[in-house]
C-alpha cells in the first residue's frame, strides 16, 4: 500500500497538511529574495587607502593629500590596496614625476592599508563592504 493509497483510505489531504505545507514553504519562498539582496548591498564603492593617521590635512585640500600619500594605478586612479610609507610631497609639486625620472628613483616604497580605507559615498552611502572594512577588494 502506497502513501497516497494511505491518504485517500484516512481522508485525502485535510487542513493539517494544506497548512503544514504552506508553512514549509513560506521560507522557501523567501529565500530566493534573500539570495538577490546581496547583489545589491555587496557592491563595492570606489575606495582608497586612508592617509597616515598622523598626518596633519588642515593646510592641504584632500586632492593634495591623497596625491602625497596613495600611489596612482595603471588606470590613472588611485590604488585601492597601496599607500606610500612616507607622504611624497614632492609629487604635489609640477612636473615632479619627470624630476624623479631623471634622478634614477626607480620605485618609491608603498605598503598596505595599515589605517583603513577611505570610501567615496556620493554614490551609495552605505554598503556591506564600508561598514564592514575588513579587507581590500
Given amino acids: 500500500m502506497a502513501f497516497s493509497d494511505l491518504l485517500e483510505q484516512v481522508g ?20 530566493a529574495s534573500h539570495n538577490l539582496l546581496q547583489n545589491f548591498v555587496a557592491a563595492v564603492p570606489p575606495h582608497h587607502c586612508a592617509p597616515h593617521a598622523n598626518l596633519s590635512m588642515s ?26 610609507v612616507h607622504p611624497q610631497w614632492q609629487l604635489l609639486s609640477s612636473n615632479s614625476s619627470e624630476s624623479l625620472w631623471e634622478e634614477g628613483v626607480e620605485e618609491i616604497e608603498t605598503q598596505s592599508c595599515e589605517d583603513g580605507w577611505y570610501y567615496n559615498t556620493t554614490e551609495m552611502s ?9 579587507k581590500c577588494l
Wanted: charged residues 15%; positive net charge; glycine residues 10%.
Fill in 12 to 31: 485525502s489531504t485535510g487542513r493539517f497538511q494544506v497548512l503544514h505545507v504552506t508553512l514549509l514553504s513560506m521560507p522557501i519562498l523567501m529565500m
Fill in 59 to 84: 593646510s592641504m585640500g584632500a586632492g593634495d593629500v591623497l596625491q602625497a600619500t596613495v600611489p596612482l594605478g595603471q588606470n590613472g586612479k588611485p590604488e585601492r590596496c597601496r599607500r606610500y
Fill in 126 to 134: 552605505s554598503t556591506i563592504i564600508s561598514e564592514v572594512n575588513g
